[in-house]
């Protein structure tokens, strides 16, 4: 009779305990679904944004100009009477000659050579028709600051943010504000700037607007 009171109690005391051992883990398990779902719900912030705009700065790469040197003729893709061939003469980065039916022998001269090919990213290729296409960087972006976040809701939002060009050599020839492009007319400057990457390389930071979707716990530039 004494035992089976004794084992009475133990059950007695015991059941509590496991009842308050079922009731933390139900708290415990609710507030970590709470902090999971306050996390899944915590706006983006500027610094989360700064990474994310600099990466995707990167990643655009730099502004490039392609030119060819040999007898290079007229076609859908070359215009060797275009102001970006004189642009490089002005320079001293290429000597032009005129030739028959619209044609232009291009020369490198050896200081435009030792520019080109000490830059990062140069490259010179063959082509078919026996020139030799030279793709040379002019300048890359660079990521200044956050100027605003802005959630559009609760998994997306847009980031505008500050940037500006950091120019190379050749870069520094391109530049719209610079004295050898306002060397040219009207028209020659805006060829120059909406074909050939002419750029106001030293100009002000500038504004853009980054769109981003949460994915999971990280945001993400959201599929087009």
Same mark, same amino acid.
């Given at each position: ?17 496991? @009842? ?11 507030? %970590?679904?709470?902090? @999971?779902?306050?996390? +899944? ?5 500027? $610094?989360? =944004?700064? %990474? ?12 490039? /100009? ?11 893709? $070359? ?5 970006? &061939? ?19 022998? #291009? ?21 078919? +028709? ?7 960087? @002019?300048?890359?972006?660079?990521? #200044? ?6 959630? /559009? *809701? ?5 980031? +505008? &943010? ?14 719209? *504000? ?17 074909? &050939? $990457?002419?750029?106001? &390389? ?10 981003? =979707?949460?994915?999971?716990? $990280? ?6």
């Amino acid at each position: 009779m004494f035992e089976a009171e004794v084992e009475m109690e133990k059950r007695s005391s015991f059941l509590p305990l496991v @009842l308050m051992m079922c009731l933390v883990a139900a708290i415990v398990g609710l507030a %970590g679904y709470v902090l @999971l779902q306050v996390r +899944d719900r915590t706006p983006l912030s500027a $610094e989360q =944004a700064n %990474g994310i705009v600099a990466a995707t700065l990167q990643e655009r790469g730099p502004a490039i /100009i392609h030119f060819r040197t040999g007898l290079v003729k007229p076609s859908a893709d $070359e215009k060797p009477g275009d102001p970006n &061939y004189r642009l490089l003469e002005k320079a001293g980065i290429v000597k032009l000659a005129k030739a028959a039916k619209g044609s232009v022998v #291009v020369s490198i001269t050896p200081e435009g050579e030792r520019l080109m090919t000490g830059l990062p990213g140069f490259k010179k290729s063959k082509e078919p +028709d026996g020139t030799f296409l030279y793709r040379a960087p @002019l300048a890359q972006r660079q990521f #200044v600051s956050i100027a605003g976040v802005n959630m /559009i *809701g609760v998994n997306s939002a847009t980031v +505008d &943010y500050n940037w500006k060009w950091v120019p190379n050599q050749l870069g520094d020839v391109f530049d719209a *504000g610079g004295p050898m492009v306002k060397s040219f007319n009207m028209w020659e400057r805006q060829t120059l700037i909406n074909k &050939y $990457e002419a750029d106001f &390389y030293h100009g002000t930071p500038a504004r853009s607007t980054l769109a981003l =979707a949460r994915n999971g716990k $990280e945001w993400k530039i959201p599929a087009q």
